[in-house]
């Protein structure tokens, strides 16, 4: 948070806001959305699929017409594809973020899905989510309730097929004034 917070700072400092005018220089909170939506991807089993024709897999036949269902959840922390799968890590984006995108160009990174089911409204969600967030943190410091551990907060997700907080998330807003 510190370092999302000290670059969208240094980003509008002069400015006094936060508008969509320089979201593309927000390099750092880019790579915290990537990394968010590799661990917590609110569409983990994307959409169901079925194959016209007969392909082997590993080993297994699948016939056609066979529902697929793609866990994207489990791709995202496959120890095959990730180092140190379940650590909250964004710097791991920061070199490969033309390679790993938002368009279901690498299958081992696929929060919106890929191929022609894919999400139709990433390019609306991912600068949403950036004027959300950088807002947050540029007004206001965040801390957490009185007596609570960073270890402590709660990640659980609720089972669906689209995945939101299983509780509330809590903290304390300390306005910022540039
Ligand atoms: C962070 C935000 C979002 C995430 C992570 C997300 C993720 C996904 C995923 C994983 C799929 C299934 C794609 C596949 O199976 O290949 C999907 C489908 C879809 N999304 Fe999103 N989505 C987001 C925001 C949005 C927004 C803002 C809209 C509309 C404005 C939208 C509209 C749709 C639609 C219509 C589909 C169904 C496409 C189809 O099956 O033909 N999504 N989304």
Same mark, same amino acid.
């Given at each position: 948070?510190?370092?999302?917070?000290?670059?969208?700072?240094?980003?509008?400092?002069?400015?006094?806001?936060?508008?969509?005018?320089?979201?593309?220089?927000?390099?750092?909170?880019?790579?915290?959305?990537?990394?968010?939506? @590799?661990?917590?991807? *609110? +569409?983990?089993?994307? #959409?169901?699929?079925?194959?016209?024709?007969?392909?082997?897999?590993?080993? $297994?036949?699948?016939?056609?017409?066979?529902?697929?269902?793609?866990?994207?959840?489990?791709?995202?922390?496959?120890?095959?594809?990730?180092?140190?799968?379940?650590?909250?890590?964004?710097?791991?984006?920061?070199?490969?973020?033309?390679?790993?995108?938002?368009?279901?160009?690498?299958?081992?990174?696929?929060?919106?899905?890929?191929? @022609?089911?894919?999400? *139709? +409204?990433?390019?609306? #969600?991912?600068?949403?989510?950036?004027?959300?967030?950088?807002?947050?943190? $540029?007004?206001?410091?965040?801390?957490?309730?009185?007596?609570?551990?960073?270890?402590?907060?709660?990640?659980?997700?609720?089972?669906?097929?689209?995945?939101?907080?299983?509780?509330?998330?809590?903290?304390?807003?300390?306005?910022?004034?540039?």
């Amino acid at each position: 948070m510190k370092e999302a917070q000290e670059e969208v700072r240094r980003v509008y400092g002069g400015k006094g806001y936060v508008d969509e005018s320089q979201l593309h220089q927000l390099k750092y909170l880019g790579a915290v959305i990537k990394e968010t939506l @590799r661990l917590h991807s *609110p +569409g983990p089993l994307l #959409a169901p699929r079925e194959n016209y024709e007969s392909c082997e897999i590993n080993g $297994y036949v699948i016939p056609p017409k066979t529902k697929i269902i793609i866990n994207a959840w489990a791709i995202g922390r496959d120890p095959k594809n990730w180092t140190d799968p379940e650590k909250f890590e964004p710097k791991r984006f920061l070199d490969t973020m033309v390679e790993y995108n938002f368009k279901g160009s690498k299958f081992e990174y696929i929060p919106f899905g890929a191929g @022609r089911r894919i999400c *139709p +409204g990433s390019t609306f #969600a991912t600068p949403i989510l950036e004027l959300l967030l950088s807002n947050l943190l $540029y007004h206001f410091n965040w801390k957490l309730p009185k007596g609570m551990k960073v270890e402590e907060l709660d990640m659980e997700q609720p089972f669906g097929a689209a995945v939101r907080r299983q509780n509330d998330l809590i903290l304390v807003p300390i306005g910022y004034s540039p």
